[in-house]
Nanobody, 115 residues
């Protein structure tokens, strides 16, 4: 079992910023695509952004230009910098690691955007 340790999240006003972090075991971090997904109440879990070991990124249209995914190999950590947050960004955010046919998930962290 691959353990992903998330941190960050919280309550922020519209237009504000937050950064999420997710640490993974070294051997898995080095060779696998990682990403962030989110799930709002009553909705399915949706892709937010992914990043490959080589640094190629993919974003959902709804977050392009506002969110940035990055990875730090020295810390085995992937980050999601979220700027200009909107109320519709409110959700539980999950870190994801794709290892061949398997998907591993973090425990989830709540992001609430509200005035």
């Amino acid at each position: 079992q691959v353990q992903l340790v998330e941190s960050g999240g919280g309550l922020v006003q519209p237009g504000g910023s937050l950064r999420l972090s997710c640490a993974a075991p070294t051997i898995f971090f080095m060779w696998n695509t990682m990403g962030w997904y989110r799930q709002a109440p009553g909705n399915q879990r949706d892709l937010v952004a992914t990043i490959t070991p080589g640094g190629n990124t993919l974003y959902a249209d709804s977050v392009k230009g506002r969110f940035t995914i990055s990875r730090d190999s020295a810390k085995n950590t992937v980050y999601l910098q979220m700027n200009n947050l909107k109320p519709e960004d409110t959700a539980v955010y999950f870190c994801n690691l794709q290892h061949f046919a398997d998907n591993y998930w973090g425990q989830g962290t709540q992001v609430t955007v509200s005035s």
